[in-house]
């Protein structure tokens, strides 16, 4: 007879959301203008570049899936609800969830600053079928302006669907 054990917790596998969420979290901080990511199996490398005129390469990171995990737990307890959803960890956690949808297996990731409204995002995938996809220069304009956005509660609802 097997018995369950209540205490003990399952540790759920990572997805791509979960991960390029988790990443992002690390990198967001940084003041970064532009961040190339490859992956290679379980293993993820950052390249990133600090605001300024250098071009040089000013952040190397290594990411395993256990440093996730470990990050991942560290990082849940820092998570607001109703956080910025144009923020760099939900911009990439978006971009995760679909691949995760499409069964997509992650090869790269650029992402570039441009400027306070303007964040380009590029995500390179193997589909199941075994060729290239990409959701190429994903532009997301960031509208800092809170009275440019109405609150949900005042939009219009419409009923033609």
């Known amino acids: 007879m097997t018995v369950l054990n209540l205490a003990e917790k399952i540790q759920p596998e990572l997805s791509y959301s979960h991960i390029l969420r988790v990443i992002g979290q690390s990198l967001a901080d940084l003041n970064l203008k532009a961040f190339e990511l490859h992956a290679q199996g379980d293993l993820f490398l950052v390249h990133g570049w600090n605001k300024g005129t250098s071009i040089a390469v000013s952040v190397d990171r290594r990411y395993t899936l256990a440093d996730l995990t470990h990050l991942e737990s560290d990082t849940r307890r820092e998570r607001r609800p109703g956080s910025n959803l144009l923020s760099l ?3 990439l956690r978006t971009a995760g ?6 069964g997509g297996i992650l090869l790269r990731v650029e992402w570039q600053y441009q400027s306070d409204k303007v964040q380009c995002l590029t995500i390179q995938y193997q589909s ?3 060729t290239d996809g990409a959701i190429e220069e994903v532009c997301v304009h960031i509208y800092k302006e809170k009275k440019k956005m109405r609150p949900l509660s005042i939009r219009p609802l419409s009923l033609n669907s």
Not at 97 to 102: E, G, M, S, T
């Open 89 to 91: 960890p939900h911009i």
């Open 97 to 102: 969830n679909y691949i995760d949808l499409v």
């Open 128 to 130: 199941p079928d075994e």
